[in-house]
T-cell receptor, first 114, second 114 residues
Framework: DSGVTQTPKHLITATGQRVTLRCSPR?????VYWYQQSLDQGLQFLIQ???????AKGNILERFSAQQFPDLHSELNLSSLELGDSALYFC?????????????FGPGTRLTVL | DQQVKQNSPSLSVQEGRISILNCDYT??????FLWYKKYPAEGPTFLIS?????DKNEDGRFTVFLNKSAKHLSLHIVPSQPGDSAVYFC?????????????FGKGTKLSVKP
């Protein structure tokens, strides 16, 4: 158990809908990262937050957004969903923003868009 | 453009023998490299890392070798055990540029047969 929790575990929804994925980092961790794992693309970095502020952006679509709240949990919002958004979404957390801090991953949320 | 490539999608090894997983990268700005292991229905877990100023790092049965001139790294597992059967992801990071996010390869599925 990494100490990172993600809810829900599974999500099934229809095209055009909007969903919110939630992540609680390990106690004491200030950085939260979101990654997407699709069948053909492997694990892709989406976005990073550090202590409530956006720190780095990767291949995140404009239809996707995220935020980190004062209690350090984070939410990833996916809107106008398309079939191709079906994937595993992982959240990871680390103590600080130093690159060498180990990132601990949650178990993921499996999103299926029908 | 894939910055981290794991060209072998799968590898099968006999228990007790050596497993060698390979990874190539193209981004010269990477200064830190990591290997993560992933079991089904779980998030990736950190295995071992290496700084670009080193060419080898060892942790028990796991050794990572880095060849900067060839932009190549490899993970050696000796001896391999059935519990090592998992998907292994190689990742690069540019922490000197304050980029904490990991750039992952697509993974290699290792099967260790008893």
């Amino acid at each position: 158990d990494s100490g990172v929790t993600q809810t829900p575990k599974h999500l099934i929804t229809a095209t055009g809908q909007r969903v919110t994925l939630r992540c609680s980092p390990r106690s004491g961790d200030l950085s939260v990262y979101w990654y997407q794992q699709s069948l053909d693309q492997g694990l892709q970095f989406l976005i990073q937050y550090y202590n409530g502020e956006e720190r780095a952006k990767g291949n995140i679509l404009e239809r996707f957004s995220a935020q980190q709240f004062p209690d350090l949990h984070s939410e990833l919002n996916l809107s106008s969903l398309e079939l191709g958004d079906s994937a595993l979404y992982f959240c990871a957390s680390s103590v600080d923003n130093r690159g060498t801090d180990t990132q601990y991953f949650g178990p993921g949320t499996r999103l299926t868009v029908l | 453009d894939q910055q981290v490539k794991q060209n072998s999608p799968s590898l099968s090894v006999q228990e007790g023998r050596i497993s060698i997983l390979n990874c190539d990268y193209t981004n010269s700005m990477f200064d830190y490299f990591l290997w993560y292991k992933k079991y089904p229905a779980e998030g990736p877990t950190f295995l071992i890392s290496i700084s670009s100023i080193k060419d080898k790092n060892e942790d028990g049965r796991f050794t990572v070798f880095l060849n900067k001139s060839a932009k190549h790294l490899s993970l050696h597992i000796v001896p391999s055990q059935p519990g090592d059967s998992a998907v292994y992801f190689c990742a690069g990071q540019n922490y000197g540029g304050s980029q904490g996010n990991l750039i992952f390869g697509k993974g290699t599925k290792l099967s260790v047969k008893p």
